[in-house]
């Protein structure tokens, strides 16, 4: 098993930034790719960005391209979220995912493990 905690999620104004942190722990693989997806109240949970088990690739949703950036440090089993110009529009419980493997999938449902998510609140 793998146990994943977030940190990092609070209240910002538009225009601010904040930085979201997963860190990893229980069993670990070689090979873990790594997501961020998010909900809001009342919506589906939505892919935000992920990246390879090597920090080599990383994928965005249109919605944040250009304005979020994903990054890992393999050493210390820790993902980053760092998150710029935030919209209210961003504002959801924003939730980290892990699965073994290579390539990390862009759907919720091919991930095999959750963390309990952080609230992001953006206020306009």
């Known amino acids: 098993q793998v146990q994943l905690v977030e940190s990092g999620g609070g209240l910002v104004q538009a225009g601010g930034s904040l930085r979201l942190s997963c860190a990893a722990s229980?069993?670990?693989?070689?090979?873990?790719?790594m997501g961020w997806f998010r909900q809001a109240p009342g919506k589906e949970r939505d892919f935000v960005a992920a990246?390879?088990?090597?920090?080599?690739?990383?994928y965005y949703a249109d919605s944040v391209k250009g304005r979020f950036t994903i990054s890992r440090d393999i050493a210390a089993n820790t993902v980053y979220l760092q998150m710029n110009s935030l919209k209210p529009e961003d504002t959801a419980v924003y939730y980290c995912?892990?699965?073994?493997?290579?390539?990390?999938?862009?759907?919720?449902?091919?991930?095999?493990?959750w963390g309990q998510g952080t609230q992001v609140t953006v206020s306009s």
């Open positions: 995912a892990a699965v073994v493997g290579s390539s990390p999938p862009l759907r919720s449902d091919e991930y095999d493990y």
């Open positions: 229980g069993r670990t693989y070689s090979r873990t790719a």
């Open positions: 990246i390879n088990w090597s920090g080599d690739n990383t």
